[in-house]
Every structure is written in structure tokens, then in C-alpha cells.
């Protein structure tokens, strides 16, 4: 009798599991890298069944491109993709149909660089200084207004392509200043070997504030119902992450053996305040203030209406 209570009570576990695990639904995103500590709260809502919780089977993909998710999401091959605002911006200019659903990293993160010996106490002290830089775009136009702010322009400094060397190039010395580092990769990497930086953040120099990292999809997928859910297991994994940040990195550690390294250990706990504590929040304001600045500098042609960027929250 015992023998057929437990084969009854196996049989029903495993229809229940079957059940449970047959009404996820799947979802597809695309990365904008490799997993890295800028996508934790994704790996996390996955280690701790956050995203089955809310009926989902998220399966993260990398790209063989960064700029792969924005051509994989309008092309219909992907659900959901991880990308720049302003990027974003640029996409949407061009007539790409694409949507922001949600947010992953709510700040910018470029920064200029300067070593703590280099005399250079605030940006005016740039002057007759050479500066290195290894993309065009962005980030140059925010240095040349950076410069604009302080009364300087690109003819009062030596602006050298340092082609992605930007780390070597400052600690070498070979340019007094970088632009382009990322305050949560390289700036807490080079602290932690030692070395003392002053940091100037775009945001607090004049640049409007921008999201680094966005959720986008096909914007005739705008309201499809699973995103809501994937948004809701994100905040729950952001707010995991900010209560046991020691423990999801040894997690992401062990998941990622190839990526337990100083250098990732760093960026994660540097990464962790960077989150959207919730993914779904909008700010119109600073959407708008953005693409206006975007426009005055040439990158997009027209500021689109909120109800282009973004689906109503």
C-alpha cells in the first residue's frame, strides 16, 4: 500500500512539474555583450527562479555584434534586446521600429580620466593637454561640450586617437586625460591595482543624464503581456542583488568560471548601484531634455513625442 501511495504521490509531482513547467512562456533576449556584471540582475532573476515565478523562460543570448540586438529585434529574431539610449535614439531617428520597454542601467557611465599626480584638479585644467579617445560619436560630442562649459575648445587641447587603448594610454602617460572609460569597468580596476584617479562625470559637467543600458522590442510588440512580468522578476532580482551582493557574485562567479577574475569582481560591486531599482519607471523630462541635446549636436534629426520612445508605464 506505501509502495502505491508513493507512486501515486510521483506520479502527480511529476504532472504538477510537467504542468508548471509547460506554461512558461518563452522569451528571448538579446545581450549587448558577453554576460557581464552590467547584466546581473538578468543572470540573478535566473539563478533565483525569478523570472519562472512570473510564468517566463528567459533565455539570454550574446551577440556575435554589439550592435546585433537593435537588427535582431527589428528583424523580428529576438524578443527583447539590450541597448544605448542613445543609441536608441539614433535607431529610432532612422526609422528602425523599435520601442524601450523597460531600463537596465539608469545612469550614464562614460567618464574622463585623469591620474591624481597630473595636476589636473577640474576640466578648465585641460588646456593645452592631450586628451585620448578611441570612438567617435558620442563620446566626442560630449567631450567637445565638456570643453564648450569651460570656456575651451577642441583647439585648446591635442585630442589623440588612442584606438580602445585608453587604460595603458593614461598610465603610460602618453596623454594626460581619457574620455570613454567606464566608471564601473576600468575606474574601479585601476583602484583596485593601485592606481588614484580623479573621475568627471558627463552628468554633472553640463550633459543632460541619460540611461546606459535599455530594454528595446519590435514596437509592434509593444504590449505584449510577458514584459510587464519580465520587468516585475528585474526589480525583484535588483533588490536581491542590492541584499546579498557578496553572495549573487559568488554565484556569478560559478556560473561564469572564465569571467572570476579581479578585474569582473570589481566592476560587479561598482555595477550594483547603477541599477534600475525599478526597470519600468520613465522620466520624461530627462528623455526629452536628452534628445534635445542630442538634436542641437547633430545626431538625430527630430525629437520624436514620449509615445515614440517608450510605451506608457
Not at 562614460?110 to 563620446?139: F, M, P, T, Y
Not at 561564469?256 to 522620466?283: H, M, V
Amino acid at each position: 500500500m506505501k509502495k502505491v501511495i508513493a507512486l501515486l504521490l510521483l506520479s502527480l509531482f511529476t504532472t504538477l512539474s510537467f504542468a508548471a513547467n509547460k506554461h512558461l512562456e518563452k522569451l528571448t533576449v538579446i545581450l549587448d555583450w558577453f554576460p557581464n556584471p552590467d547584466h546581473a540582475p538578468l543572470i540573478i532573476a535566473k539563478q533565483q527562479g525569478f523570472f519562472k515565478e512570473q510564468g517566463l523562460e528567459v533565455e539570454l543570448i550574446g551577440p556575435a555584434d554589439p550592435s546585433d540586438p537593435p537588427k535582431l529585434v527589428a528583424a523580428g529574431k529576438a524578443d527583447i534586446g539590450i541597448t544605448y539610449q542613445p543609441d536608441f535614439m539614433e535607431q529610432v531617428d532612422q526609422g528602425l521600429p523599435l520601442i524601450r520597454i523597460g531600463t537596465l542601467i539608469d545612469k550614464p557611465l562614460d567618464c574622463l580620466v585623469v591620474l591624481n599626480d597630473s595636476g589636473i584638479k577640474n576640466l578648465a585644467g585641460l588646456k593645452g593637454k592631450q586628451i585620448g579617445l578611441s570612438v567617435s560619436g558620442l563620446s566626442n560630442v560630449m567631450l567637445k561640450v565638456l570643453l564648450q562649459r569651460q570656456g575651451l575648445s577642441e583647439t585648446d587641447v591635442e585630442l589623440v586617437n588612442v584606438h580602445y587603448n585608453l587604460t595603458q594610454a593614461l598610465l603610460s602617460r602618453k596623454v594626460d586625460a581619457v574620455t570613454g572609460l567606464m566608471r564601473n569597468v576600468e575606474v574601479p580596476i585601476l583602484e583596485a591595482q593601485g592606481h588614484k584617479v580623479e573621475t568627471f562625470f558627463p552628468e554633472d559637467n553640463g550633459i543632460p543624464t541619460y540611461s546606459e543600458l535599455i530594454f528595446i522590442a519590435h514596437i509592434a510588440n509593444a504590449h505584449d503581456d510577458r514584459f510587464p512580468r519580465f520587468l516585475k522578476a528585474l526589480q525583484k532580482a535588483v533588490a536581491y542583488l542590492d541584499e546579498h551582493p557578496k553572495e549573487t557574485w559568488q554565484q556569478f562567479a560559478k556560473q561564469y568560471p572564465e569571467s572570476n577574475n579581479e578585474a569582473n569582481r570589481a566592476s560587479w560591486f561598482a555595477t550594483l548601484p547603477y541599477f534600475a531599482e525599478n526597470p519600468a519607471d520613465f522620466n520624461d523630462a530627462d528623455w526629452l531634455q536628452f534628445a534635445a541635446f542630442m538634436k542641437q549636436n547633430q545626431l538625430i534629426k527630430k525629437i520624436q513625442p514620449i509615445s515614440r520612445y517608450t510605451i506608457p508605464v
